[in-house]
């Protein structure tokens, strides 16, 4: 079993910055590539970012795209969520999941293909 926890969400203001963080355990890091997705309130949930297991492959929602920065650390087995000029409309809840690949680049944009999620972390933008 994959254990997959978030941590760094909090209320920020229009403008500013957070950087969230998605601690795995259980199994080898190395194995999953790694995305975020979010829930605004009302809404489904949507793919905001992905990077492939070496970390060298991302891809991004084009609603962040150049203000969101996907990374990890595969010696902390740690999943970071960049997040700079951050708008109202940012405002949800963020999840992290992994999905088990072979391949060290491949990722996905598609929720069902990750099999291990985390409970979520709130972040608030305030306009």
Known sequence: ????????GG????GGSLR????????????YAMGWFRQAPGKEREFVAAIGRSGSS???????????????????STAYLQM????????AVYYCAANRVVGTSY???REGDYDY?????QVTVSS
Request: aromatic letters at 8%; proline letters at 0%.
């Open 58 to 76: 991302t891809n991004y929602a084009d609603s962040v795209k150049g203000r969101f920065t996907i990374s990890r650390d595969n010696a902390k």
């Open 84 to 91: 700079n000029s951050l708008k109202a409309e940012d405002t």
């Open 11 to 14: 209320l920020v203001q229009a």
């Open 1 to 8: 079993q994959v254990q997959l926890v978030e941590s760094g």
């Open 117 to 121: 999620w985390g409970q979520g972390t």
């Open 107 to 109: 990722y996905s944009r």
């Open 20 to 31: 969230l963080s998605c601690a795995v355990s259980g199994r080898a890091f190395t194995n």
